[in-house]
T-cell receptor
Framework: QQQVKQSPQSLIVQKGGISIINCAYE??????FPWYQQFPGKGPALLIA?????SEKKEGRFTISFNKSAKQFSLHIMDSQPGDSATYFC??????????????FGRGTQLTVWP | NAGVTQTPKFQVLKTGQSMTLQCAQD?????MSWYRQDPGMGLRLIHY???????DQGEVPNGYNVSRSTTEDFPLRLLSAAPSQTSVYFC?????????????FGPGTRLLVL
């Protein structure tokens, strides 16, 4: 059972455009939502993360929007650049209980930004 | 700090062979985990550990064993390799009780089972 559902699977955006990746979850025990960025041949690396007590978090060109009632969150990349071309994973973590610390990942979105 | 290190970087096995993928971290992290990454499937958790001597299964544990005798090391053992285990394997570590602590991933081990 997929705990975190991510879409789209792939995304092609023109340079300067906005890239939007969406994720949804069901488990209301999740209370930490990071996004990871992975370049070919490398391990994933944390890009940005949000807690459910805020609806938005911005770091440079990257913004997470969080909708607690809809159990959805999304990554927006403003002014997308060719260097942003990578695979992006959303994730969720349950901070309590027997699965303490465990991350549940979406299946990833392969972003290509055309120059 | 070296962070999370994995060895080997590449490995080719024949069906039925066994091997151990090594993972080590020097950040004194409590939490360590193993994932496999396959096209279109994202990162799937194989096994994880919340401290030395404590391990638990993830979503795809069959065919793999782990142990955690020290905080630093978390080896993944393939008991009898199968072509379905061809994948890229990532080890990760983090603190458990820091709410916003990131998981740090190693560079991966690319495994081909013939």
């Amino acid at each position: 059972q997929q705990q975190v559902k991510q879409s789209p699977q792939s995304l092609i955006v023109q340079k300067g455009g906005i890239s939007i990746i969406n994720c949804a979850y069901e488990n209301t025990a999740f209370d930490y939502f990071p996004w990871y960025q992975q370049f070919p041949g490398k391990g994933p690396a944390l890009l940005i993360a949000i807690r459910p007590d805020v609806s938005e978090k911005k770091e440079g060109r990257f913004t997470i929007s969080f909708n607690k009632s809809a159990k959805q969150f999304s990554l927006h990349i403003m002014d997308s650049q060719p260097g942003d071309s990578a695979t992006y994973f959303c994730a969720a973590r349950n901070e309590r209980g027997s699965t303490l610390g465990r991350l549940y990942f979406g299946r990833g979105t392969q972003l290509t930004v055309w120059p | 700090n070296a962070g999370v290190t994995q060895t080997p970087k590449f490995q080719v096995l024949k069906t039925g062979q066994s091997m151990t993928l090594q993972c080590a971290q020097d950040m004194n992290h409590e939490y360590m985990s193993w994932y496999r990454q396959d096209p279109g499937m994202g990162l799937r958790l194989i096994h994880y550990s919340v401290g030395a001597g404590i391990t638990d299964q993830g979503e795809v544990p069959n065919g793999y064993n782990v142990s955690r005798s020290t905080t630093e090391d978390f080896p993944l053992r393939l008991l009898s390799a199968a072509p379905s285990q061809t994948s890229v394997y990532f080890c990760a570590s983090s603190y458990v009780r820091h709410v916003q602590e990131t998981q740090y991933f190693g560079p991966g081990t690319r495994l081909l089972v013939l």
